[in-house]
Nanobody, 124 residues
């Protein structure tokens, strides 16, 4: 079993920055891919960014150039650096991991393990 704990959310003004962290525990070897998703009230959970293996990354069009995903396997930690935040980025942010190497690592259904979420609020 894998346990994910997300942290780092908060309230910032538009244009500000935040760094989210997600610490993984409970399994002795690294996941195949990890990702960040977000869900705003009344909306479906959507993918924000994912890292596959150690270096391959992908981003939602809405965050490209503003957000950076990275992982530190020595610390079992996933990060999301968020810059130039906009009010539209306000949501609950969730981290997720998947160990199956055949996973597309693209949508909610592609990930097995989920963290509890951390709230990001961006005011204009």
């Amino acid at each position: 079993q894998v346990h994910l704990v997300a942290s780092g959310g908060g309230s910032v003004q538009a244009g500000g920055s935040l760094r989210l962290s997600c610490v993984a525990s409970g399994r002795s070897y690294g996941s195949y891919c990890m990702g960040w998703f977000r869900q705003a009230p009344g909306k479906e959970r959507e993918g924000v960014a994912a890292v596959i293996g150690s270096t391959q990354t992908r981003y939602a069009d809405s965050v490209k150039g503003r957000f950076t995903i990275s992982r530190d396997d020595a610390k079992n930690t996933l990060y999301l650096h968020m810059n130039s935040l906009e009010p539209e980025d306000s949501a609950m942010y969730y981290c997720a991991s998947e160990f199956w190497v055949g996973s597309p690592c693209a949508t909610v259904r592609d990930f097995t393990y989920w963290g509890q979420g951390t709230q990001v609020t961006v005011s204009s």
